[in-house]
């Protein structure tokens, strides 16, 4: 399993990616978070096609982090069923890894 991971999920509005974002920093599950936006989905949602703006969030986290990450996101985002989708990351710079790694440690 990789030790670090690059976890994305999309929401429907800039504020509420920033609010996503800015929580999981605060709450040490990611060390940062990346927003990208606006973007267009294009997705079948209880039968019908759909096309709709989003913003994709892009969070640095560790594997360990992960659980905790998830159900950060589950329990704040207002979506029925949010896409979060993790990637490992299988290199990185030694230097950021690190920082990604203590910025995410859980505070003792």
Same mark, same amino acid.
């Given at each position: 399993?990789? &030790?670090?991971?690059?976890?994305?999920?999309?929401?429907?509005?800039?504020?509420?990616?920033?609010?996503?974002?800015?929580?999981?920093? &605060?709450?040490?599950?990611?060390?940062?978070?990346?927003?990208?936006?606006?973007?267009?989905?294009?997705?079948?949602? /209880?039968?019908?096609?759909?096309?709709?703006? /989003?913003?994709?969030? *892009?969070?640095?986290?560790?594997?360990?982090?992960?659980?905790?990450?998830?159900?950060?996101?589950?329990?704040? *985002?207002?979506?029925?069923?949010? /896409?979060?989708?993790?990637?490992?990351?299988?290199?990185?710079?030694?230097?950021?890894?690190?920082?990604?790694?203590? &910025?995410?440690?859980? /505070?003792?």
């Amino acid at each position: 399993m990789a &030790e670090y991971l690059t976890v994305l999920t999309t929401t429907d509005t800039p504020d509420k990616a920033h609010t996503l974002a800015t929580g999981a920093v &605060e709450s040490r599950v990611a060390a940062c978070a990346q927003i990208d936006g606006p973007i267009t989905s294009v997705y079948r949602w /209880e039968g019908a096609v759909r096309s709709d703006r /989003e913003w994709r969030i *892009h969070f640095k986290t560790t594997a360990e982090r992960y659980e905790a990450l998830e159900t950060y996101l589950r329990d704040a *985002h207002d979506y029925d069923t949010p /896409e979060i989708i993790a990637t490992p990351v299988v290199r990185g710079s030694g230097a950021y890894l690190a920082w990604v790694s203590g &910025e995410t440690a859980a /505070e003792g």
